[in-house]
C-alpha cells in the first residue's frame, strides 16, 4: 500500500507514540527511549519513521511527567521536531496511551505504538492502516516460530499447544477513533486494565485483524535487544 493511497481517503489519521515507561529490566541510569543506538537515541529512530511516512495529521509523544523537560530539550528542540505534541502520561501504560487519545484534535484514525519499537518499518505501519480502514480495529503482529508447551503449577509439561493459530502481538495498533474512545472508556468504567489497547477493543465485542509485521520490530527492553537492534541498523544504514 503506498502512501498516496492513504492519503487519498482524506481520511484525518493521528499518532499517538508511548514513551512514559521508565525501563527497570534495563537497569540503566535513564529511560530505554533515551539509550542511544549507533550514536542517536532510540525515540529518535521511533519518531523519525513516522515522521517519514508525511501520514500523519499530528504525532502526539507521550512521556513520563519526569521525563517531560528532558524530552522537550533533548528530542523535539534538538532534532527540531515541528509536527510533534508532547503530553504528560499517566500510572500506568493504559493511562498514558488515554492521555494521549484526550490530547488528539479530530481525528478519524488513531495509530498507536510504543516508542521502543523503533525499527517499525513504514510499510508495516501503512498496512495497518489500511487494515483498519476496513475493519475498524488492527494490529501488527508475527506468528510464533517457536514450540510453546503449557505447563502446570510444578512446571511439568501438560501439553504442547498447537502454534499455528499463535501470533506475537506488536505495535502500531490501529483504531478508528470512536472504537478505541468507547474501549477505553468502558474499561475506566469496569476497572479493566489490559496488557495493550488491541485487548479493550476485544472487550467491546469487536474483531481485531492480524497484520503481518517484522521480526526486526522488537520492543527494547534489556540490554541484549541494544545490541541487536544496532546491529539490524548497521546491517542497513538507509533504515536511520
Known amino acids: 500500500m503506498t502512501n498516496d493511497k492513504i492519503q487519498s481517503s482524506k481520511l484525518k489519521i493521528s499518532a499517538i507514540i508511548v514513551a512514559a515507561g521508565v525501563g527497570n529490566r534495563m537497569k540503566a541510569s535513564k529511560p530505554k527511549q533515551f539509550l542511544t543506538i549507533a550514536g542517536q537515541p532510540v525515540l529518535w529512530y521511533t519518531l523519525q519513521r513516522f515522521i517519514k511516512t508525511g501520514i500523519f495529521r499530528e504525532i502526539v509523544l507521550v512521556v513520563g511527567r519526569n521525563s517531560f523537560d528532558y524530552t522537550q530539550n533533548a528530542i523535539i528542540r534538538k532534532y527540531k521536531l515541528q509536527r510533534v505534541k508532547l503530553v504528560a502520561g499517566g500510572q500506568e501504560r493504559q493511562d498514558s496511551v488515554y492521555q494521549g487519545l484526550l490530547s488528539l484534535q479530530f481525528c478519524d484514525y488513531v495509530v498507536i505504538h510504543d516508542g521502543v519499537r523503533c525499527l517499525v518499518a513504514a510499510q508495516v505501519i501503512k498496512d495497518t492502516i489500511k487494515a483498519a480502514q476496513q475493519y475498524g480495529a488492527a494490529t501488527a503482529a508475527v506468528p510464533l516460530p517457536d514450540t510453546i508447551k503449557e505447563s502446570s503449577a510444578r512446571q511439568l509439561v501438560k501439553k504442547t499447544i498447537d502454534r499455528s493459530k499463535l501470533w506475537r502481538i506488536q505495535t502500531p495498533q490501529v483504531f478508528r477513533y470512536e472504537i478505541i474512545m468507547k474501549a477505553f472508556e468502558k474499561a475506566y468504567q469496569t476497572g479493566f ?33 541494544l545490541l541487536v537492534a544496532e546491529q539490524i541498523i548497521r546491517r542497513n544504514p538507509k533504515s536511520k
Open 193 to 225: 486494565y489490559g496488557t495493550d489497547d488491541a485487548m479493550l477493543v476485544e472487550k467491546l465485542g469487536k474483531k481485531v485483524k492480524l497484520v503481518m509485521g517484522n521480526y526486526d520490530n522488537l520492543k527494547i527492553t534489556t540490554p541484549t535487544d
